[in-house]
């Protein structure tokens, strides 16, 4: 190989080497999404590159477990954080970012409930089909979906005729395609959604507070100017404008 060449390679591998350095994973919750994704956009600023990786808390959570490369991690509930912390991941306690509320929405816009405790309204609407929710034993937002109907006191019939799916993405996009009369999915997922309306919200009394706490997973400075970018002021107002509470410990 030409001795010139060689001085080359190694500037080449070096610059590579840094820039892949600087990269840091985000795992979040699929209701995270655009918040993820501003990040991205901010970070590039700093000359930081952000990778989002996407999915149920509770499958990144057990990839984190795992050895998964996470820098950052958001959960759509405290149960699946908590479940990382007690195996002593994360540089520091995580912090509660943000809230959100349940809504049942359709894919047809002329359907609408006036009383959610009442199992002859829901089969009227479903008419035979199913009801599109989270999986209701380890995806937050049908745990969530659970708990209120269970305190609706209409789960025990309407369990059995539910669409469990691995995240609230794929919740709406059953609602989106029709391919369920109705969802239940978060006040977010309804707002930036053109094909799925609202039907009704969930009375935020029947289920447990909805709380995405984050957690630096890195001790790297990149990762720590990223996480501290979820919880500054420029961020909490995107998370109104995008539907969410925005919380502090």
Same mark, same amino acid.
């Given at each position: 190989?030409?001795?010139?060449?060689?001085?080359?390679?190694?500037?080449?591998?070096?610059?590579?080497?840094?820039?892949?350095?600087?990269?840091?994973?985000?795992?979040?919750?699929?209701?995270? /999404?655009?918040?993820?994704?501003?990040?991205?956009?901010?970070?590039?600023?700093?000359?930081?590159?952000?990778?989002?990786?996407?999915?149920?808390? $509770?499958?990144?959570?057990?990839?984190?477990?795992? @050895?998964?490369?996470?820098?950052?991690f958001i959960s759509?509930?405290? &149960?699946?954080?908590?479940?990382?912390?007690?195996?002593?991941?994360?540089?520091?306690?995580?912090?509660?970012?943000?809230?959100?509320?349940?809504?049942?929405? $359709?894919?047809?816009?002329?359907?609408r409930f006036d009383?959610?405790?009442?199992? $002859?309204?829901?089969?009227?609407?479903?008419?035979?089909?199913?009801?599109?929710?989270?999986?209701?034993? /380890?995806?937050?937002?049908?745990?969530? =979906?659970? &708990?209120?109907?269970?305190?609706?006191?209409?789960?025990?019939?309407?369990?059995?005729?539910?669409?469990?799916?691995?995240? /609230?993405?794929?919740?709406?996009?059953?609602?989106? *395609?029709?391919?369920?009369?109705?969802?239940?999915?978060?006040?977010?997922?309804?707002?930036?959604?053109? &094909?799925?309306?609202?039907?009704?919200?969930?009375?935020?009394?029947?289920?447990?507070?909805?709380?995405?706490?984050?957690?630096?997973l890195s001790d *790297?400075?990149?990762?720590?100017?990223?996480?501290? =970018?979820?919880? $500054?002021?420029?961020?909490?107002?995107?998370?109104?404008?995008? @539907?969410?509470?925005?919380?502090?410990?």
């Amino acid at each position: 190989m030409p001795r010139i060449l060689i001085p080359l390679l190694l500037l080449f591998s070096s610059f590579s080497f840094a820039n892949s350095n600087q990269t840091v994973y985000v795992y979040a919750a699929s209701s995270m /999404t655009q918040v993820v994704e501003r990040l991205i956009e901010k970070a590039q600023g700093q000359g930081i590159e952000v990778k989002g990786v996407y999915g149920s808390s $509770s499958s990144l959570a057990r990839q984190i477990s795992q @050895g998964a490369p996470a820098d950052i991690f958001i959960s759509a509930n405290t &149960q699946w954080m908590d479940y990382l912390e007690q195996q002593g991941e994360g540089v520091k306690p995580s912090i509660n970012i943000a809230g959100n509320q349940l809504v049942v929405v $359709s894919g047809n816009k002329d359907v609408r409930f006036d009383r959610l405790d009442d199992l $002859s309204n829901w089969n009227k609407m479903l008419d035979g089909q199913r009801l599109a929710i989270g999986e209701s034993n /380890t995806v937050p937002v049908g745990i969530y =979906a659970k &708990q209120a109907l269970q305190n609706l006191g209409v789960w025990q019939s309407l369990s059995k005729h539910t669409a469990p799916m691995k995240n /609230t993405r794929a919740v709406l996009a059953m609602v989106e *395609r029709q391919q369920v009369p109705m969802g239940i999915v978060y006040v977010t997922d309804a707002k930036q959604s053109k &094909q799925a309306h609202l039907v009704s919200a969930i009375p935020m009394d029947l289920y447990e507070p909805i709380k995405y706490p984050a957690l630096l997973l890195s001790d *790297r400075s990149s990762a720590n100017q990223v996480y501290k =970018a979820l919880y $500054s002021k420029e961020m909490s107002q995107y998370l109104l404008e995008l @539907g969410f509470t925005p919380l502090t410990q």
